[in-house]
């Protein structure tokens, strides 16, 4: 009996040791991760809180912390403009989304499908593909220098004086149609970024999926329709999901094209926050309204991840025969 | 005089302007016909498949069906029902939807109409509960009914197959490939497969176009092809195991022929002989190995030494050396043999067939051309 009592005593005792040694090597991996731990925690979720704190002072240039409780909110809600800014933004997003969706879904139906695929004729389609890119591949500054200039005042801007040269009137573009230049500039922008895309899904359609389409009698648009369009269903979604969200924060282009302006027209929720933050150095009331647009991504995007049914479609394995 | 189904008249297909897939083929394929376009990768069958659906132009050549010059006319209004390898199923679409596919281009037909005949289709090929159920969620040999239904539905004159069981395991294989053959009689339907599998076109067809290098090497009846091959080609393509070649020279003999090989002399009777032999020629004979009698003398025998033997169950399977030469030999199996003997084997010469080493064309008498 005495002798069993010792064993169970002493395997007790291996056995904690054992443990401890397995907590030691547990911990190592951990330790492996730091590098990847210390730059998020830094660098994303430190600036997260201080901003979440920011919004309820009233900092401004000379960086005080003077907590003023909810007023910066209340000062979001109060400001007159606010629903216009949010209906311009509304229409920037939908607008946008719309654009540079079915412009790049028909770029490469007739790229990809048409020339590539029907009429054979690869390298005319490759050439049509690559001019598509250059928007893209262009660093936003540039590109919107580009369309600064094309659509300048009269005696300095391309199209104008294209215009005088059939002997057109000069327009004021950016006073007249500043809203219609942002959309176009920035959906062939983001067109341009979906085509690789979607030409990729294309060209993922095993051929005997269209040449069996064919003998069944089907003509090249309907098989465009029913065959081609199916399988970019999962390329449109996410693209469409990145377009809504990219188009909600997005205040780059309409700083280098309009400025906002002319009279705030072109103002959005994302660079009404950069005029509060950097232009007016009210930094309270900038981290703010940040705080705010953050929370509108969130419901949306939960509300999109519904209504796309994400989660189905990567669950949902896809068929590749 | 009708004419048949499908004519082929010189065809010729270059991808590239310069080499040729298929050269100067020229086949005919009556009503009812089953045919198996047979022949290793490469050949040009599938070629000579896609020419026949209409997908691939050819660059030569043409191409009649019931007397009518088809080159120029679409796939779609070819009347064809086209199974391929994959089985191409739309997977956006559910089994009902896929095999409405052809129907649905059809402009002339009613939704009632439409509805009709895939029960029917799907009745025949036996899946009507699968008419709910998207491509993803059936197994291979589903797939594989599903692309028949769909190749049958439009009511083809011609049912084209694309190597259609190559994805399938060994016993649905044979499974699936009843039923085709099954099917292709009941429908009374002109079939033409793609295959290189050669116990299935053997199994399947009625008669077999072995193809190599882009033309054809011999057209006839499976049991034409297995006893009476054109060639070399063809005699060492069709059987398993393999047709045993032996080389020899052929040298006059009194009336008679023989045959001087490394294992020893054979008598072979002019009867046997399709042409004129004046001077000796170096042929190869070849002999299927169960066409051995294993004899006691020997006298008109040739002499091979055994190497193992593999117990095939309903027969033994004698892997002999004869000079540097591997031959096998079929015997039955109560039959049995020292493995550290000479064998002494005498040929079966009404199934013997002699080949021109040169050109490897069959000079036995009774080749069917």
Known sequence: MDQSADLLLKDRATLTADRKAIKRKQRFPFLMMLPFFVPVIVFVVVPIILMLVMSFTDMKFTLKWNFIGFDNYRRIFGYPDMSKILARTLLLVVGNTTLSVLGSIFVVVITTYYLDIVYRRKNLGLLFRIIWLIPNLTPTIVFMFIWRFMFGPEGYGMINKMLAAIGLPAMNWFTNWSMQLLLASMSLSSASGSIILFSSAIRQIPESIVQSAKVDGAGNFYICRRIVLPYLRWPITQKTLWSILGNFTAYESIRLLTGGGPMGSTVTYAYYIYQNAYQYHTYGYGAALSVFMVLMSITMGLIMLRVFQVDKQLRVPRMDI | ?369
């Open chain 2, 1 to 369: 005089m009708s004419e048949p189904m499908i004519r082929l008249e010189n065809i010729g297909k270059s991808y590239d302007g310069r080499t040729y897939a298929v050269r100067g083929m020229d086949l005919t394929i009556e009503k009812g016909d089953f045919v198996a376009l047979l022949g290793p990768s490469g050949c040009g069958k599938s070629t000579t498949l896609m020419m026949l659906c209409g997908l691939y132009r050819p660059t030569e050549g043409s191409i009649y069906f019931n007397g009518r010059y088809v080159n120029n006319i679409l796939p779609k209004d070819r009347n064809i029902g086209m199974v391929f390898q994959s089985y191409a199923l739309y997977p956006n679409m559910n089994v009902f939807e896929n095999i409405a596919f052809p129907l649905k281009q059809l402009k002339h037909l009613s939704k009632r109409e439409i509805r009709k005949r895939v029960q029917e289709v799907a009745n025949t090929v036996k899946i009507p509960e699968l008419l709910h159920r998207m491509p993803s969620q059936l197994s291979g040999g589903q797939q594989q009914r599903v692309a028949m239904c769909r190749a049958l539905v439009k009511d083809p004159d011609i049912l084209l197959l694309d190597e259609p069981m190559s994805n399938l395991d060994a016993r649905l294989k044979l499974e699936i490939r009843d039923e085709i053959k099954k099917l292709q009689e009941r429908l009374a339907l002109t079939a033409i497969i793609v295959t290189h599998d050669q116990e299935e076109a053997m199994a399947i067809s009625s008669h077999i176009a072995v193809i190599d290098q882009g033309s054809i090497q011999q057209y006839a009846a499976p049991d034409v092809l297995y006893n009476r091959p054109k060639n070399l080609f063809v005699a060492s393509f069709i059987g398993t195991p393999p047709m045993n070649f032996i080389t020899g020279t052929l040298e006059p003999m009194g009336e008679d022929f023989v045959c001087i090989t490394a294992g020893g002399n054979i008598t072979i009777p002019a009867a046997l002989i399709d042409c004129d032999l004046l001077t000796s020629r170096s042929v190869v004979l070849g002999i299927r190995p169960h066409n051995f009698k294993v004899v006691q003398s020997r006298e008109n025998a040739l002499t091979l030494s055994v190497d193992y033997i593999e117990h095939l169950g309903k027969e033994n399977l004698y892997r002999c050396q004869m000079a540097e030469t591997s031959i096998r030999v079929i015997t039955a199996i109560d039959e049995r043999y020292p493995t550290d003997e000479p064998l002494s084997v005498q040929i079966d010469l009404k199934m013997l067939n002699i080949f021109d080493e040169g050109s490897g064309d069959n000079i036995t008498c009774d080749v069917v051309v």
